[in-house]
């Protein structure tokens, strides 16, 4: 299939600052098929002699030939990509060229290849029937087409050719781009997410083999977080083919990086912008948080369509700065639950690292409980949160010694009946999870819990997690109405508690994992 040349292509939105050779592209010759069907050897003869001997500019002729219908179609079998087609009528019968152009339509459903009719007996195929009944692009009697008619025939018909080819091109190419750039949105990390758009990247371009992604050096641990770091570092965070070998590594250490291109890399841009030559596509942006980021491409291929890799960046670059934002995001708010389960857990002086325990534990029997991967770690954060509650609770009832009465009970009840609205500053998903753990961690599996008495699996599967780790904690470690109680007790007491205060298949996970639960509490013990 013909491609356009890539001077053709649009690159006006490359930085007007930049020197030429931000500019340049290799000029290429593009041939295109021209199939000559006549039954009469003559024809093809002069035809040939014909279109030799005349000037199409930027584009050559490749002349296909074929004497009759059955050779035509053969042909036409073998080549998907011939762009005009000059067609005798009358061969073996007086319809021959006619039974070519419906398997042209009809058979091989080719509407690009442009068919001029040329015949020497008119009657046969008279003009406006064939027009009117047949989709054929031009019609010719053998007379009418002089070598200046030939001229302008072909050439208008390429040019025809041209842009439907162009605008399918086009079409599958941005099926590409919207298909590249949603499969993008899969990726959680920063990692995976750059990894993904250097895939996507070799797909555009065809025949690129090798690619790299030099980003921002944001944390001293390199894990992909994107967060402002002061340095001036640029690090190979993403990598493809002989590449793979530096991911890690600041650029400066890559040898095998032509000398211009570091030079450009190391140079400080307000703008972003791209450059193409004969050997690599190197393209800047500058991110929301002034993150410098370069998309490097290797390949042996002119005649990618700039256009869609222009659309392509565009959507990845957009994206690229969703995700930062929404790590930032996720990160403010991480600190901002950590902050608040350190602020109950040091008003509450019987329940050091408690909460930390807590989540662990519950984290644990989510992986057991097969929940989705985001799920686990929303619950893990938001169980930080389960005894917010007690912010509301005074110091003497959260800190006394010794036993409650019935009515500071009924206090410390209500820490669980807390409002909605306190979780307004989380995500929609996270802050369901750190509503229902938070008012309904005590609730019991028969129906005989508090604040809202729910029964079986109406209990949010968050919170029923929460329930068995919390009370697991709480029964190991010391608290100021009762001694601490052996591992051992404590798991026995879950056996016993099992279909009646805890999920019974909750129960049986923590069961059968309970050195799991055990080497998370010696690990975070009050001690430490």
Do not use: C
């Not at 949603?182 to 990726?187: A, H, N, S, T, V």
């Not at 250097?198 to 083999?209: A, D, E, M």
């Not at 369509?305 to 392509?312: N, P, Y």
């Amino acid at each position: 299939m013909a491609y356009l040349r890539a001077e053709d292509l649009d690159i006006s939105f490359l930085d007007d600052n930049l020197s030429e050779p931000f500019k340049e592209n290799k000029k290429i010759m593009v041939y295109y098929k021209v199939l000559v069907v006549d039954d009469e050897k003559d024809v093809h003869t002069i035809t040939d002699m014909a279109l030799e001997g005349l000037d199409f500019g930027n584009f050559g002729l490749e002349l296909l030939h074929a004497y009759s219908e059955q050779e035509a179609k053969q042909i036409l079998l073998q080549h998907d990509d011939i762009a005009v087609i000059l067609l005798d009528v009358v061969m073996e019968t007086e319809r021959s060229g006619i039974e070519v152009v419906s398997f042209i339509r009809d058979e091989l459903k080719n509407y690009d290849i442009q068919i001029i009719l040329r015949t020497g007996q008119p009657g046969a195929a008279p003009e406006e029937e064939v027009i009117r009944n047949y989709e054929i692009n031009d019609y010719k009697t053998k007379t009418e087409l002089t070598v200046e008619k030939l001229y302008t025939t072909i050439f208008s018909a390429i040019r025809n050719y041209r842009n439907l080819i162009a605008i399918k091109n086009q079409k599958i190419g941005l099926e590409m781009v919207l298909n590249a750039s949603k499969d993008l949105f899969k990726y959680r990390s920063l990692q995976d997410f750059l990894k993904g758009i250097l895939v996507q990247f070799n797909n555009l371009i065809t025949n690129t083999t090798h690619s790299m992604l030099i980003n921002e050096a944001y944390s001293k641990e390199k894990k992909g977080f994107v967060i402002a770091d002061k340095g001036n570092r640029l690090i190979v965070f993403a990598a493809t083919g002989e590449y793979e070998k530096f991911i890690g590594n600041e650029v400066n250490m890559i040898s095998d990086i032509d000398s211009e291109v570091l030079e450009l890399i190391n140079n400080h841009y307000d703008e972003d912008f791209v450059k193409v030559t004969e050997e690599y596509l190197l393209a800047f942006h500058k991110g929301i948080m002034n993150n410098r980021n370069y998309f490097y491409i290797h390949h042996n291929n002119t005649e990618f369509d700039l256009d869609l890799v222009k659309v392509f960046l565009s959507n990845v670059l957009t994206a690229l700065d969703n995700l930062v934002a929404n790590k930032i995001h996720i990160m403010n708010q991480k600190n901002l639950i950590f902050a608040l389960g350190e602020i109950v857990e040091k008003r509450d002086l019987n329940t050091s690292k408690h909460t930390k325990r807590v989540s662990k534990i519950a984290a644990e029997i989510a992986k057991w409980a097969k929940l989705p991967n985001e799920m686990i770690k929303s619950i893990e954060l938001s169980t930080s949160l389960h005894d917010i509650g007690k912010i509301a609770v005074s110091d003497s009832i959260l800190n006394k010694e010794g036993k409650l009465t019935p009515e500071e009970f009924e206090i410390i009840k209500k820490h669980t009946e807390i409002n909605l609205e306190l979780f307004s500053v989380l995500d929609q998903d996270l802050r369901a999870i750190a509503y229902n753990i938070s008012r309904h961690h005590h609730e019991k599996w028969n129906g005989e819990g508090y604040p809202d008495r729910l029964k079986g699996e109406e209990i949010p599967i968050e919170a029923r997690i929460v329930a068995i780790a919390d009370v697991l904690d709480a029964l190991t470690h010391k608290r100021p109405y009762k001694k601490a109680w052996s591992f051992k007790d404590a798991i026995d007491y879950l056996k016993q508690q099992k279909g009646i205060q805890f999920d019974p298949v909750l129960i049986d996970y923590v069961i059968k994992n309970k050195d799991k639960i055990r080497e998370i509490l010696s690990r975070y013990n009050e001690g430490d």
